[in-house]
T-cell receptor, first 114, second 112 residues
Framework: DAGITQSPRHKVTETGTPVTLRCHQTENHRYMYWYRQDPGHGLRLIHYSYGVKDTDKGEVSDGYSVSRSKTEDFLLTLESATSSQTSVYFC?????????????FGPGTRLTVL | AQSVTQPDIHITVSEGASLELRCNYSYGATPYLFWYVQSPGQGLQLLLKYFSGDTLVQGIKGFEAEFKRSQSSFNLRKPSVHWSDAAEYFCAVGLTGNQFYFGTGTSLTVIP
């Protein structure tokens, strides 16, 4: 398995509070991604990174921000959590461009916003 | 609209029976194609991938998939299902550039 960890694995928070999720990789892969998984929607891309300090939006980026200050770490921040952001969040990594190579996934973070 | 379709939300098969999970995509060019499996509470694991060449690709755990350009399909198959194959299966499409899309998944139940 690819060396990808996510923290925390579970989190319960209240509406309006900030939340940061961390993804850490030991594979030295260039590309990193954040997805959310919801029933009936599969996985939807939130943000991705193509290098240190280089990030871009995915299809469901509203309400989320990301940062990547080191190759190995990719942070996802919910500035003010809402109940609609209750979901399971997955980090993924890839060695090459998004379309042209497979992605490897972390174990996920289950976030509940009350 | 561009999309990845998995028409079967849920499938139930008997252990030892054959399996086919359907996946269709609607993109102009031939994309990169993937199948992932997700066990409960786990992340996604890559089963197999198609980039080019032979349209029948072999994956892990005895799975295979066939790319049919004329049907825009990439169906996943296994000749004999094991109880441990019960999971959710996702088809995914990777396009050139920074685009990667998942289907909504098919949940597989295996009965003894």
């Amino acid at each position: 398995d690819a060396g990808i960890t996510q923290s925390p694995r579970h989190k319960v928070t209240e509406t309006g509070t900030p939340v940061t999720l961390r993804c850490h990789q030991t594979e030295n892969h260039r590309y990193m991604y954040w997805y959310r998984q919801d029933p009936g929607h599969g996985l939807r891309l939130i943000h991705y990174s193509y290098g240190v300090k280089d990030t871009d939006k995915g299809e469901v980026s509203d309400g989320y921000s990301v940062s990547r200050s080191k190759t190995e770490d990719f942070l996802l921040t919910l500035e003010s959590a809402t109940s609609s952001q209750t979901s399971v969040y997955f980090c993924a990594i890839s060695g090459r461009r998004q379309g042209g190579n497979e992605q490897f996934f972390g174990p996920g973070t289950r976030l509940t916003v009350l | 609209a561009q999309s990845v379709t998995q028409p079967d939300i849920h499938i139930t098969v008997s252990e030892g029976a054959s399996l086919e999970l359907r996946c269709n995509y609607s993109y102009g060019a031939t994309p990169y194609l993937f199948w992932y499996v997700q066990s409960p509470g786990q992340g996604l694991q890559l089963l197999l991938k198609y980039f080019s060449g032979d349209t029948l690709v072999q994956g892990i755990k005895g799975f295979e998939a066939e790319f049919k350009r004329s049907q825009s399909s990439f169906n996943l198959r296994k000749p004999s299902v094991h109880w441990s194959d019960a999971a959710e299966y996702f088809c995914a499409v990777g396009l050139t550039g920074n685009q990667f899309y998942f289907g909504t998944g098919t949940s597989l139940t295996v009965i003894p």
